[in-house]
């Protein structure tokens, strides 16, 4: 074990599996209410980070920004994440578009835009500060079992050394193929959208102006988000049988796709930074919770990222699990205790089902291109223009505010949800 290695690692309270986004914020969280805990993350740090903290963009909405805020992440992002002032949505070849702007919400802005791998820098330096975190990396969880009162992990290092770790509650932050989940034999529903995402970050010859575009084209859709510097942060989604082909274009033909897809709003595209890209699947599992365990983030469930939804989703997760805990701590239970779990499981309901149907139905609807569907899409542009409260809705959801919403997403006043 290379990060506090000969600690002794007493009976704790809690493993987290997975320092990934999700799981990183959850141990924020859970450090803040003095519990004991583990975090196993089998990727190296340093110049090996957790592989989601790459290039990739992400939106986060007010929730979000409010409750890394409260956790003490937000203060350790170097460059300052890019705030959204306005979302522009379109459809290629459909009549209207919709504007969202935040002033007319009494808001400076929707919420920010933050490379991951600043976010997970943020959330390293923040892991250094806790008092009650132990942290075993790099070191990968093989097998799990689960008994009424107590989980156990079995922990392996790259070196074929192992250890048995136990704890009252187990986490599940692995990740979307999460071996925990398997172990555990819940099983999840898999849709593969037979799309891959490219993200690039790039340049154009306007000002973006704060402003967050989403374009969707029969081939799939494309967002530009605000970056920092006035860069862009674009994403397109292709066809998986084109992915290779996309791949392989040099920076000339990537810009002249992503400029024929995302049209001229921004004037001509200029300089294209190092492309990523990455299959999409759907996948939800059938249970968040078993006996002394808990699925939060991509484990629980993994999303199109269109409606820049996986994290912000996540983060409720780790925020709702972590009310539920210190509630159940006020009662004198035990964390684990099953009515906790239960409860947990309850609360995640509404936000999970609308988020993800939020998400599927906009990947499905948009990729449609039947002229009934498309009429549809149109009148709903005209509809969400002309319905009063119902984009107030959509950008309530945007912004993280559904449902049930943790107390830390509410900001330091509980005043920052406008909607
Ligand atoms: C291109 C793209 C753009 C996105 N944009 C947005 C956006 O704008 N807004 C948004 O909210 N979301 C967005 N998302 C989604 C977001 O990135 C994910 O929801 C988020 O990264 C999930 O975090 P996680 O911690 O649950 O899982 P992961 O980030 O996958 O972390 C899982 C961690 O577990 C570790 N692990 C796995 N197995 C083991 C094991 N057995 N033992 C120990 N460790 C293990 C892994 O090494 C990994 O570090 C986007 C996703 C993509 C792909």
Redesign the pocket.
């Known amino acids: 074990m290379s990060e506090r290695e000969n600690r002794d690692l007493p009976d704790v309270d809690v493993i987290i599996?997975?320092?990934?986004?999700?799981?990183?914020s959850l141990a924020c969280a859970l450090d803040a209410l003095g519990l004991r805990s583990v975090l196993?993350?089998?990727?190296a740090g340093g110049a090996q980070p957790?592989?989601?903290f790459d290039e990739?963009?992400?939106?986060?909405g007010r929730a979000?920004m409010n409750a890394l805020a409260s956790l003490g992440v937000w203060r350790h992002i170097n460059t300052p994440p890019e705030s959204i002032r306005r979302v522009h949505v379109s459809s290629r070849g459909d009549f209207g578009s919709v504007v969202l702007e935040a002033e007319d919400y009494r808001l400076d802005a929707f919420g920010a835009?933050v490379i991951?791998r600043e976010l997970g820098a943020a959330l390293e330096a923040r892991l250094d500060e806790l008092q009650h975190l132990q942290r075993l990396r790099p070191?990968?969880?093989?097998d799990v079992q689960t008994g009424a009162d107590r989980a156990r992990v079995r922990v392996e290092t790259p070196d074929g050394a192992s250890r048995d770790i136990e704890a009252r509650l187990l986490v599940a932050?692995?990740?979307?193929h999460?071996?925990?989940r398997a172990s555990l034999g819940i099983s999840a529903e898999q849709h593969d959208y037979q799309q891959h995402?490219f993200?690039a970050t790039a340049t154009a010859e306007q000002d973006h102006d704060g402003c967050a575009w989403e374009r969707f084209t029969p081939e799939g859709p494309v967002a530009v988000?605000p970056l920092a510097g006035g860069r862009l942060g674009t994403?397109c989604t292709v066809r998986a049988d084109a992915a290779d082909a996309v791949a392989a274009l040099d920076d000339d033909g990537y810009r002249e796709l992503l400029q024929s897809r995302f049209g001229y709003r921004l004037g001509r595209i200029g300089r294209i930074g190092k492309r990523s890209h990455?299959p999409l699947t759907l996948i939800k599992a059938e249970h968040l919770v078993a006996e002394r365990t808990v699925l939060?983030?991509?484990?629980a469930q993994?999303?199109h990222?269109i409606g820049?939804?996986?994290?912000?989703?996540?983060l409720r997760d780790a925020l709702t699990l972590a009310e539920v805990l210190e509630a159940g701590l006020r009662e004198g239970h035990e964390p684990g205790n099953a009515d906790d779990l239960r409860d947990y499981a309850r609360r995640r309901e509404a936000d999970r089902e609308e988020t993800l149907s939020f998400s599927d139905g906009l990947a499905r609807l948009f990729g449609m291109t039947q002229p009934s569907v498309r009429l549809a899409r149109s009148l709903g542009f005209a509809a969400l223009n002309g319905i009063p409260g119902l984009a107030e809705r959509l950008a309530a959801g945007a912004m993280g505010f559904r449902g049930d919403v943790p107390r830390l997403a509410l900001g330091a006043s509980g005043m920052e949800r406008s909607t």
């Open positions: 599996v997975g320092a990934g986004l999700v799981g990183a196993v993350e089998a990727s957790a592989p989601s990739r963009n992400l939106a986060l979000s835009v991951a070191a990968r969880v093989v932050a692995d990740g979307s999460s071996a925990i995402l993200v988000l994403i990455y939060v983030g991509n484990a993994t999303l990222p820049a939804q996986g994290f912000n989703l996540g």
